[in-house]
């Protein structure tokens, strides 16, 4: 609202509107008083020559010609009720001062404030209706989808309400499902609650529906696959569209343009993450943060959730210039008032390091910087030594050194009980991070945060699976019995953020990763998303287990006594300390090793090193028919 101004032309055909209503309520209000008598004496174009000039003064003020009529919402009546208040007051205040001399009394200055209020409203509501309607004559309702919404809250409700206000997008609401038993039978934005969710199927065909809209952004992906079973069962081909959840519309505003085809992060989604703003706020407004793998998944999606908590500067740290590059676009579109220094380095160059440190002094490092893909660090030891290993023992003594008072280390699953040499390395890391802690300074705050897969990131399995569907398959998956954890990629920076928040020294977070996930499953369903069958259009391929994959991830060791911090889907590990000379002699080690490509010898040290590392040979894996070579078969 802008006080005290006309932002267009309308805003003055607006305010000569209203001092015709003005015009209007207050005769109104004194033949409503006196019995339709307006000729005894009563003081009426007294008031009116009072009370129109003061009505147009506050209407003005208040800057009412400036909102939308045909955007009417309840913010718009508060600032009615607003004028209103104002209206009365000064009314009340006239009466009292001058009871005797105009022979009125209060319940005048009610009658004209509703009466006033009313006409207002009413004149607004009704260019809203009108509007709505023109628009949707204009598509015409014989050629509109009949839409079913599934989940009558909030979300629900709002797209509703969007749909009615933009009926060209030819979709109409016609009824909606809900599980809450208060709702039944109700009505929520005019469109009636006909049943529950269990009975979508049969509402399709009951309601002629041409649409589906789930809108239950709370609900986890099981509620979701629930929905989608029920509209396969009633129609194969019908169109089903999700409301997405409120980390994806940051705003709390959801409108048509956001709904969108489902997609797999919605049948593993969980509910929305609570975050403990005040204590992030605490650790990162104001202060320099530095980020290394800034171009990354993980590390420029942290990038934008810190930007949320006003820090004083960033600094990315990556070893892609295009990535870089194209991070900084992206912060001058969206958060423009935020101070940047894109770095290009390599973590493993010491003396960059050091100077990177020496200049940008930063108060905070995030490390999500790492060679991450497990066949090709089977194949290259040794790289995985010199990035992941010495590159971060760099990063972790620069930080002790330059005073950072918070370091938090992006770890692994793959971490625990190492089976692949990029596990192997990360949990090297971890030990780093513990050595760390124990060298701080006070002040200082050196913790990891270990999770699972994260859908979408560079090299994960989504993004292969949606190639080798558009190429039509076949998709190729390892083994059958493979199971995974996963989160979105949104998730798992807030929930780093808040465990770093949260953080002591030297201790390991683990985040709550819900249900594995079995990869044939993601790939079946990602295929039914697409619109495709599985094993019908578009095959499945089992291929055989990679040097260093196991079939199911571990979070934490059994040794690693976990509980539950403030936070509830944030863990620590009680872990034991680490053999500082030990740790100090397996990475010089390591390093020799790595320098002369000595693979086997880093395979050695790493074994004897981590308890519980053992690289173990490949399972054997059935193929689509469910033979194994050499027409074998896994027993059943």
């Known amino acids: 609202m802008k006080f005290g101004s006309f932002q267009s032309p309308r805003a003055v055909l607006k305010l000569v509107i209203d001092l015709g209503l003005f015009l209007i309520a207050t005769p109104l209000a004194f033949a409503i008083r006196y019995d339709g008598d307006l000729g005894q004496g009563h003081p009426l174009l007294l008031a009116l020559v009072t009370l129109v000039p003061v009505k147009a003064a506050l209407d003005y003020l208040l800057g ?75 598509v015409g309702p014989d050629y509109r989808k009949r839409v079913l919404v599934v989940g009558a809250g909030e979300a629900g409700a709002l797209v509703v309400r969007e749909l009615h206000k933009h009926p060209e997008t030819g979709m109409l609401p016609v009824a909606f499902l809900d599980d809450d038993p208060r709702k039944r039978g109700q009505r929520v ?71 969108r085809e489902v997609d797999i992060d919605d049948l593993l989604g969980r509910e929305p993450i609570k975050l403990d703003t005040e204590t992030i706020l605490d650790y990162l407004g104001g202060k320099r943060v530095m980020i290394t793998g800034a171009g990354g998944s993980i590390g420029s999606e942290l990038v934008r959730q810190i930007c949320r908590f006003n820090p004083a500067e960033l600094i990315l740290f990556g070893h892609g210039e295009n990535s870089i590059y194209t991070l900084e ?54 790289e995985a030594v010199f990035n992941n290993v010495i590159g971060s023992r760099n990063l972790i003594n620069l930080a002790l050194k330059h005073g950072v008072t918070h370091f938090v280390n992006i770890s692994t699953d793959k971490a625990v009980n190492p089976t692949s040499v990029m596990g192997a390395s990360k949990r090297m890391v ?23 897969n994260v859908l979408g990131s560079r090299g994960s399995v989504i993004p292969i699976f949606k190639s080798q569907i558009a190429a039509g398959g076949p998709v190729t998956i390892t083994h059958p019995d493979m199971v995974r954890y996963f989160m979105t990629i949104p998730e798992a920076a807030q929930l780093v953020l808040q465990a770093s928040g949260n953080g002591r020294n030297g201790e390991v977070y683990i985040l709550d990763m819900g249900e594995p996930v079995r990869i044939v499953d993601l790939a079946r369903d990602l295929i039914r998303l697409s619109g495709f069958e599985p094993d019908v259009d578009i095959p499945i391929r089992f291929t055989g287990m990679r040097p260093g994959e196991r079939l199911v991830e571990e979070l934490m060791t059994e040794k690693e006594r976990t509980s539950q911090t403030a936070h509830e889907k944030i863990f620590v590990a009680r872990t034991e300390p680490v053999d500082r000379e030990g740790l100090t002699s397996t990475i010089e080690g390591l390093q020799d090793a790595a320098l002369r490509s ?11 090193f981590l308890e519980g590392c053992h690289f173990s040979p490949v399972v054997p894996v059935k193929d689509s028919s469910g033979d194994l070579p050499g027409g074998q078969r896994l027993p059943s």
């Open 329 to 382: 676009r992206e912060l001058d579109r969206d958060w423009p008032h935020i101070r940047y220094h894109g770095v290009i380095g390599a973590i493993q160059n010491g003396a960059r390091l050091d100077y990177v440190f020496t200049r940008y002094r930063p108060d905070v490092v995030f490390h999500a910087a790492a060679h991450k893909h497990v066949p090709l660090m089977e194949e290259n030891p040794e």
């Open 64 to 138: 009412l010609p400036n909102l939308s009529w045909r955007g009417l919402t309840f913010r718009d009546l508060s600032s009615l009720l607003l004028h209103a208040g104002g209206v009365l007051a000064f009314e009340l205040i006239i009466i009292a001062l001058f009871w005797q001399q105009l022979g009125v009394g209060p319940s005048l200055a009610f009658l004209d404030t509703g009466i006033t209020f009313m006409l207002m409203a009413g004149v607004r509501a009704f260019a809203r209706y009108r509007n709505e309607h023109m628009t949707a004559s204009i």
């Open 189 to 259: 934005a005019g469109v009636p609650v006909v049943g529950t969710v269990d009975s979508a199927a049969e509402m399709i065909v009951t309601h002629g529906i041409d649409q589906v809209l789930i809108a239950m952004p709370s609900k986890g992906g099981r509620a979701i696959r629930k929905v989608i079973e029920q509209v396969r069962e009633a129609r194969p081909n019908l169109v089903y569209k999700i409301i997405p959840g409120m980390y994806e519309v940051l705003s709390g505003q959801v409108d048509v343009r956001r709904i």
């Open 598 to 608: 000595d693979h086997a010898r880093i395979r050695v040290l790493f074994e004897g």
């Open 430 to 452: 971890e030990f780093l991070v513990q050595d760390a802690a124990r060298r701080a300074s006070p002040g200082q705050t050196f913790v990891s945060v270990r999770f699972g």
